[in-house]
């Protein structure tokens, strides 16, 4: 009972990073077909590129996509040296 508990519980975690990884696989091979690359910036989620979940996006974070940092100067719209999830969204959006 316990083992069939413990197989079902390490299985789920394999569905679950399994269920991560495969969007990512994915998503990183439409990016390749893709003729622009502003299109990865429109598949770009807020909460992907917020790694430290602070609720907005600095340009440590924005760093880590080359398409986002080059936007980051004008999409950070009141200067405050970071993005705000709407200054992101109307950024990616306006690209
Ligand atoms: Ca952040
Ligand atoms: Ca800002």
């Known amino acids: 009972m316990n083992s069939n508990?413990?197989?079902?519980r390490s299985g789920s975690v394999r569905a679950v990073l399994m269920g991560l990884l495969l969007p990512?696989?994915?998503g990183?091979?439409?990016?390749?077909?893709?003729?622009a690359e502003t299109s990865?910036?429109?598949?770009?989620?807020?909460?992907?590129?917020?790694?430290?979940?602070?609720?907005?996006?600095?340009s440590k974070e924005a760093a880590a996509v080359?398409?986002?940092?080059?936007?980051f100067k004008s999409a950070?719209?009141?200067?405050d040296g970071k993005l705000s999830a709407s200054e992101f969204i109307s950024a990616i959006q306006s690209n």
């Not at 990183?28 to 003729?35: F, K, Q, R």
């Not at 910036?41 to 600095?58: H, M, P, Q, Y």
């Open 24 to 26: 990512l696989l994915s």
């Open 28 to 35: 990183a091979a439409m990016a390749a077909d893709a003729p």
């Open 40 to 58: 990865k910036l429109k598949s770009l989620e807020f909460s992907a590129v917020d790694s430290n979940r602070d609720g907005s996006i600095d």
């Open 66 to 71: 080359p398409e986002l940092a080059k936007i």
């Open 76 to 79: 950070d719209k009141d200067r």
């Open 5 to 8: 508990l413990h197989a079902f």
